[in-house]
């Protein structure tokens, strides 16, 4: 894995703080010097996908922790309909990166192990800091391996309301290329927009969006996008199972 961060100089830096209660499910981090909330086994959110073309729903998922160890929090996801991908087990870092979820490849969802984790969020979440990553990653199922590159911006705080209510959030964006180059076909370029509550220590909303290009598919010098789903995702219910 290769990284470069870069923090304004003009805010202080801040440091990652850990505290151990009740066990290991009790991590928090501090981000801009407030906490995020920690995982528990049993915690569960549930989300509802608009297609963001039409504003139609797509479904919903459910996420729930279903067991978290010294490094890791396995998740139980499912869904209401194919089309969102199929009963799974995803795997996080403490801080919500991702060591195992699924991604888009050429408009199809692929699930992929990564060697390192995914850095969906690189504390702490400074407004203007930003990062660029590459880390490697299997699809388990066809054993392909792909280099996977995220730029990563920190874009500020917003307050917005979900279905599940108002929260105060910290707006994450992300450029990521998938590294699935196919013959003909372009790697997959996702732009992910994440609104990350501090108060659930995860996002309440999220939009993402893809597309690729199809050399095969070029006339007289012009090659035009394939545009792959626009999902939106919000939040319909948490559940959490902290007293």
Not at 16 to 34: E, K, T
Not at 95 to 124: C, I, K, M, S
């Amino acid at each position: 894995m290769s990284i470069s961060i870069f923090t304004p100089t003009a805010r202080p830096r801040w440091t990652h703080v850990l505290a151990s209660i009740l066990g290991a499910s009790a991590i928090v981090v501090a981000i801009g010097g407030r906490a995020a909330a920690a995982p528990t086994a049993g915690d569960t959110y549930v989300y509802r996908v608009l297609n963001g073309y039409n504003s139609e729903v797509r479904g919903q998922i459910q996420y729930r922790v279903d067991k978290i160890e010294a490094d890791r929090v396995a998740v139980a996801v499912t869904t209401d309909t194919p089309s969102l991908g199929t009963a799974r087990t995803e795997i996080y870092t403490k801080d919500g990166n991702w060591l195992r979820r699924p991604l888009v490849n050429h408009d199809q969802l692929r699930e992929y192990e990564f060697a390192t984790a995914y850095p969906a969020y690189v504390f702490p979440l400074d407004v203007g800091k930003s990062w660029s990553t590459r880390v490697d990653a299997v699809d388990p199922a066809s054993g392909r391996r792909n280099s996977v590159r995220v730029d990563g911006e920190v874009m500020g705080s917003e307050r917005i309301s979900t279905p599940a209510g108002a929260f105060d959030t910290i707006k994450v964006k992300r450029r990521v290329y998938a590294g699935d180059w196919d013959g003909f076909r372009r790697e997959t370029n996702i732009t992910e927009i994440d609104w990350y509550a501090l108060a659930l220590g995860r996002p309440v909303r999220t939009e993402s969006n893809s597309g690729y290009l199809d050399l095969s598919r070029c006339g007289r010098g012009v090659c035009r996008p394939i545009r792959g789903d626009w999902n939106v995702t919000e939040l319909v219910e948490a559940k959490t199972a902290k007293p």
